[in-house]
Structure formats: C-alpha cells, structure tokens
C-alpha cells in the first residue's frame, strides 16, 4: 500500500526533469500524474465490489501484479504516450490494492466505521 500511494507523490518531483528528458511542455508531462490518479480514483467502489464478489485475496494478488509489471514498463518506455499508458495500468494496480488492502484491515469493524477510517486515509 505504501508504494501505491508514494507513487502519487514520487512523479510530481520528476515532473520538470520528465519534461526535459521528453522535450514536452509541462502541461503535457502533468498528465503522468493526472492519468495515475484519474485510474485509481475510477475504481474505489468496483474494485471494492469486485473484491467481495471475487476474493479479496486474488484482487489484492492481481493488483500487486499489475502495478509491479506496469512499474516494469514505466522504467523501460521511450515516449511520453507510452509513459502515460503505463501510469494508467499502473493506477489500475495501485487501486486494486488499496481498496483490497482496506477491505483486509476493516473487514471486522462496523460498516460506517470502516467508511470513516478509510475516507480519512485517502
């Protein structure tokens, strides 16, 4: 869960250097860190329902999987386009194990409780 939230934070001090490794404005470098957070913010509640539905587990597993490879790819890619594909699977991931990560830690706890915990965490 750590790396899935220092990711948000880790590409905003890269941004001038990206846009100076990319020869692009940064408007355009912005979106590395919009398209991350724009992935994880999209699936808070059908990741949440996914994971009841399917196992918490197995999502927590997938995710860590998906944000891992598309770690891999972020390090690898040459254009910016690609960077910000990569963010988006990468978000993907990272929600994933967020939600399920939360969903382990409260399961036990009382609905709204679990509701009021997490909202302050995010």
């Given at each position: 869960m750590l790396l899935a939230s220092l990711g948000t934070s880790i590409a905003n001090v890269a941004l001038p250097t990206l846009a100076q490794a990319f020869g692009a404005s940064f408007q355009e470098v912005q979106w590395i860190v919009l398209a991350y957070l724009?992935?994880?913010?999209?699936?808070?509640?059908?990741?949440?329902?996914?994971?009841?539905?399917?196992?918490?587990?197995?999502?927590l597993l997938a995710g860590i999987f998906l944000f891992t490879v598309a770690s891999v790819l972020c390090g690898v890619?040459?254009?910016?386009?690609?960077?910000?594909?990569?963010?988006?699977?990468?978000?993907?991931?990272?929600?994933?194990?967020?939600?399920?990560?939360?969903?382990?830690?409260?399961?036990?706890?009382?609905?709204?409780h679990r509701y009021a915990v997490f909202a302050d965490h995010l």
């Open positions: 724009l992935a994880i913010t999209t699936l808070i509640v059908s990741v949440g329902r996914l994971g009841d539905i399917t196992g918490r587990r197995r999502l890619v040459r254009t910016l386009w690609l960077l910000i594909a990569a963010r988006v699977a990468q978000g993907l991931g990272a929600g994933g194990v967020r939600v399920t990560c939360a969903g382990h830690v409260f399961a036990g706890r009382a609905k709204f």
